[in-house]
Each structure stands twice: as C-alpha cells, then as structure tokens.
C-alpha cells in the first residue's frame, strides 16, 4: 500500500512537462558547471601570465569572458526544449 502511494505521487514527474523541465535543468546544469570549470582554469592562467606581463589584460578578460557564453547556449536550449 505504501508503495502505491509512492508511485501516484512520482507519476507526475514523468508527464510531458515533467520531462521538459527536467531537460530544461540538465541543459543549464550541464552548461553552468563547464562553464564554471574551464572559467576557473583560464582564470587561473591568466592571472598567471598578468602577473608576468600587465599588457596581457585585455587578452586575459576576454579568455576569461569566452566560456560564459556556453551558459547562454544552455539557457536557449533549455527554452527550446519547454516551450
């Protein structure tokens, strides 16, 4: 019996629109958390290389601007997917 309840109460999870958000958050979680990872090693790099050489800044701000665009592919994937 409790298992039945169980089961009625997950069974809107697996709807249409269930399955949209759930795509819909693995495309932002996914893109956030690379984003994320290769910020911080370009980041690290170029402070690294800014520390050597200060005409490296405009360089390094745009390497380190580059990755957030994959969050925004992942917002517009995560549109197309719930709508």
């Not at 999870?13 to 956030?32: Q, R, S, V």
């Amino acid at each position: 019996m409790v298992e039945a309840a169980t089961v009625a109460a997950a069974a809107p999870i697996f709807g249409d629109a269930g399955l949209k958000a759930l795509g819909a958050a693995i495309a932002i979680a996914g893109t956030g958390i690379a984003s994320a990872w290769a910020e911080k090693d370009i980041g690290s790099a170029a402070i690294g290389a800014m520390a050597e050489n200060e005409a490296l800044f405009g360089k390094g701000l745009i390497l380190t601007v580059i990755p957030e665009t994959i969050v925004i592919f992942g917002l517009v994937v995560a549109l197309l997917v719930s709508s």
